[in-house]
């Protein structure tokens, strides 16, 4: 029996334009696709009608499917000898679990192959009018997970760290609106500058994207009255100003 491959596919942050060109075509090839809560589910009116559909989606406390039956899913399809497409939200490298998958596949002696996607990190800010770096405000910008492996028995994050990078450039944090508060509170405590520039951006580079634009002191605030809720990022950092000289360009 012929042996199937696993594409681990991003699916790009929310516009359904913003899937790679590649990522598509093997959407509209594939036998079986695994998707994650925050495709494009319009993506998946590309699919082939005889495509076998699966929802793999996560919200926090809420796993359809756990990790481990992911895997062995994937596996289980292409010793079928499936094309199968694991569409994940995003890049299936930047806080996606594609680096675990991949590693279970190979370990199966299944082949696969990585199609990059756009992150959100990169691209919600980008819609909100807010560029990660600039020349003059930031030569560097850091990504971090407001949602780590609830089984570490102890937080990664390096806060003094974290607050001294905000202090060259721009900090990114994905899937932070649960945890936020006590995030925040962490950076006031190593230092960051409570004036900074800050903005959440929920619902990014879709038709419902918002953008609540305060500093870090106001920001928790700001984001719990207007009820925010996932998914949403947020940006901390001087870039965040140019939103208002004229980088909106998103805002209907």
């Known amino acids: ?16 334009g913003l899937i790679t060109v590649k990522g598509l075509d093997l959407l509209r090839r594939a ?12 993506l998946l009116r590309e699919c082939r009608a005889d495509a076998e559909i699966i929802d793999a989606g996560k919200a926090q406390h809420d796993h359809r499917i756990p990790q481990p ?7 289980e399809k292409a010793q079928a000898g499936k094309l199968v497409v694991r569409l994940k939200g995003g890049d299936p490298f930047v806080f996606g679990r594609g680096g675990e998958e991949g590693l279970f596949c190979h370990a199966a002696g299944i082949p ?27 030569s560097a910008f850091t990504v971090l997970t407001g949602h780590e492996n609830p089984n570490k028995p102890e937080s990664a994050i390096d806060y003094p760290a974290i607050a001294a990078a905000a202090r060259a450039g721009t900090l990114v944090l994905l899937m932070g609106v649960t945890y936020l508060p006590q995030i925040i509170a962490e950076l006031l405590k190593a230092g960051i500058d409570g004036a900074k520039p800050a903005a959440c951006i929920e619902a990014g580079t879709t038709p419902d994207q918002r953008v609540i634009v305060g500093t870090v002191d106001t920001i ?15 940006v901390i950092g001087d870039v965040v100003n140019l939103r208002a000289q004229g980088l909106d360009w998103h805002t209907p």
């Open 220 to 234: 928790v605030g700001l984001a719990q009255a207007a009820q925010v809720g996932s998914p949403a990022l947020f």
């Open 69 to 75: 039956q992911i895997n062995a899913l994937l596996v």
């Open 112 to 138: 696969f192959e990585v199609v990059p996607g756009v992150s959100s990190a990169i691209a919600a800010p980008a819609y909100a009018g807010i560029p990660v770096t600039d020349r003059t405000l930031a």
């Open 31 to 42: 036998e079986v696709v695994v998707h994650d809560r925050l495709i494009p589910h319009e």
């Open 1 to 16: 029996m012929n042996v199937g491959k696993v594409y681990l596919v991003g699916a790009g942050p929310g516009d359904p």
